[in-house]
């Protein structure tokens, strides 16, 4: 093997994780979530921008509304899994860059003046940000189910602001039964790497 | 802890990682290449489209060529790591969707038949990939540097075609002297998840 990271951490973030469509009743604790956050968030987006924020949709009132918006096949596990995560971008991430890049104040209004730039740039370093998230809860031992199978207009407008657009709902918990599918195939290291 | 990866898993991937800017001499070889793809390509990814592509810069020839598209305060570090990797997004992924989702044959026309919708999501789920990726090179026990400042019209004229679209060139290697910047601020967990 040419990886430092051991066969356990391997298995657990990668090979043996897997999408789950069933969860067990074990609740995940606000603890857990915190823990995996504190980890993920030192994940790379450009210019330090971390567009990311997540809204964790734990009552059962919030719950119903969601599922709502859900396409048909994800909605009996988005109303059964212990917790459900919206993951957003949030347009306006440059108000917070000052803060976020001290060294370079000008990057702000050089590069963000824009609100479509910023659409763009909070999608692609959003979406960086999800899949760390995604590595994350399987980091605290939990599976992720995320699904963009939903209304992004109606999901924006029950939970969010015009500020705020939706990426992804994720179901987390520890997998209960006939938890998934068969692996489905990847493609070859050859059909994806190539050698300039 | 509330997390099951080992504290020193967590360091190698996350908490100790760093965006490097300077590398030793030491060479990234094929086999870490074919190790980091061989663990990130079970990350997950709408309908498994799994749209990255990756360019590994080898030749000298092809180094300068790239390094020429790079902005200034990237050149000298993308002419001097050890391997230098575009990651790119198939906006065609739907061609190889028969192969990678056998269960679902529809999808492919049903959903990816117009060109700006395979784009948007090849986009998003380019990214995911690409966070996997910069993952699974700190798995290898390399550092990344993703950069996005370059001419992205001229890095995909020079080293791609109209399917391909440039998603970010990545430095790999082993960290050199004074490699990074002290870290940066991240936002508090309150600022990022709120519950509902």
Redesign the interface.
């Known amino acids: ?6 066969a ?3 298995d ?4 043996e ?1 897997r ?1 789950a469509n069933t969860f067990t009743d074990e609740p995940v ?1 606000e ?14 987006t ?1 210019f ?1 921008q ?1 567009p ?8 059962p009132e ?1 719950r119903e509304r969601l599922v709502k918006h859900m396409a048909e096949g994800n909605q009996p596990k988005t109303a059964t899994a212990p917790l459900v995560a919206i993951l957003a971008t949030d347009n306006e991430f440059h108000e ?1 860059l000052p ?5 370079m104040p000008q990057v702000k209004d050089l590069y963000f003046s824009e609100r479509p730039v910023r659409e763009q740039s909070a ?3 959003g ?6 998230f ?2 994350g809860v399987r ?3 939990l599976a ?1 189910g ?1 699904m ?1 199978g939903f209304d992004f207009a109606g999901v924006q407008k029950e ?1 969010l602001d015009d500020d705020h657009t939706p ?1 992804m709902v994720v179901n987390i918990g520890k997998p209960g039964e006939d938890a998934w ?1 068969p ?5 070859a ?1 050859d ?6």
């Open positions: 093997m040419s990886l430092e990271l051991d356990t951490a391997q657990l973030l990668f090979r994780a999408t604790t603890e857990q979530i915190q823990a995996i956050y504190d980890l993920v968030k030192f994940g790379p450009a330090n971390t990311l924020r997540v809204t964790l949709v734990r009552s919030a917070e803060k976020l890049l001290p060294p999608l692609v370093n979406a960086l940000q999800a899949a760390y995604l590595v980091a605290a031992g992720a995320p963009t939970f990426l599918f692996r489905l195939p990847r493609l290291y059909e994806v790497v190539t050698t300039v």
